[in-house]
């Protein structure tokens, strides 16, 4: 049963900006840390950001100073905002609680940065 519902990918320049979206159930938002992965072609899904209840964050160090994870209490979404995108960040993005739960995956959402 999928629990959440990415959004926002689409084909972006390099150097361009994006901002991805996941919709999850209030019980889940308010209650646990929520992330987001990325996997890029061929390789295994990777942590991107978190973000806790209490508007904690934390980064890998590939995205720090160019992405920023945030939330709405209100849609009980997730947010990823993207900017100074390069191609390496071309993948398909999840969200997901932390650590990752298997039956929590959705259909993520692909972006690709062309050069």
């Known amino acids: 049963q999928v629990q959440v519902e990415e959004s926002g990918g689409r084909l972006v320049q390099a150097g361009g900006s994006l901002r991805l979206s996941c919709a999850t159930s209030g019980t889940i938002f308010s209650t646990y840390v929520m992330a987001w992965y990325r996997q890029l072609p061929g390789k295994q899904r990777d942590f991107v950001a978190y973000?806790?209840?209490?508007?904690?964050?934390n980064y890998a160090d590939s995205v720090k100073g160019r992405f920023t994870i945030s939330r709405d209490s209100v849609k009980n979404t997730v947010f990823l905002q993207m900017n100074s995108l390069k191609p390496e960040d071309t993948a398909v993005y999840y969200c997901n609680l932390l650590p990752p739960q298997r039956d929590f995956w959705g259909q993520g959402t692909q972006v690709t940065v062309s050069s």
């Open positions: 973000i806790g209840p209490s508007g904690l964050t």
